[in-house]
């Protein structure tokens, strides 16, 4: 019987842990074969989803762990590099000297990440835009706003607000807390949620959603949009095919990156 997708990256996840588990970081085909009591051939498949993601590195019959993230679980390496697959391909979006809204998220900010050789005219309250190197080229604009306690890397309030207001985009790029057809795009933060449906009001372009799996069919508290304000969605390969019809079904274009 076919695996779903939560088996497979429960596979995938647990092959990781067992590669990290071993003296060397490093594991043969067989013996994870039967560790899971599956077949050599589905193991080289996972083997390969794992090192087209960055994770691993194949060698004759085995595999070894290439990340020297220690600090992350088999789990936070696997959304990660699946968020940077995400990244990469919102960026593919943006065209030279486009205006771009950019919000607080992670991941639609690691666009930028893939767009050094592009200038833009980028708006954005993340304040972890300073982390990143930008085309010289580029104009880069931090909102005005405040800092609330629990979230230290984002701009939010009115002077955000008034930052943006009257400022419109060709292309805005917003990450989510949780999104599903029923509630549409939510975020934890109210302050956040008013700011991000400012960036999408005032978008004249593209309205491109990043978000993994893990967001799908998962609400939170303060409602920024109905899925069908979004034009593109841009998710990983683990997005369930059902999933992924149910969204498309209101309109918007479905990416699995």
Known sequence: MRSTNEELQSRRNNILK????????SIGVDEIAQSFNVSTMTVRRDLDELEDLKLIERFHGGARLVSN???LD????MLRNLNNSISEKAAEFIKEN??????SSSTALHTLAYLTDTPINLFTNNLKILNYQNNPSSNILVTGGEIRPNRQNALVGNGAIRSIEGIYSSVTII???GLSVSSGISTNNLHEATLNHLYLKNSNGLKILV???TKI??????HVCDINEIDIFITDRYAS???????????VTVIQA
Do not use: V
């Open 69 to 71: 993230e220690d600090h």
């Open 175 to 177: 990450g989510c807390s």
């Open 211 to 213: 978000a993994n799996h």
């Open 217 to 222: 069919n998962h609400n939170t508290n303060f």
């Open 18 to 25: 067992l590669i990290k588990q071993t003296e060397n970081n």
């Open 241 to 251: 095919s059902q999933n992924i019809r149910e969204i498309e079904s209101y309109g």
């Open 98 to 103: 486009e205006t771009i809204f950019i919000n």
């Open 74 to 77: 088999a789990d936070e390496h």
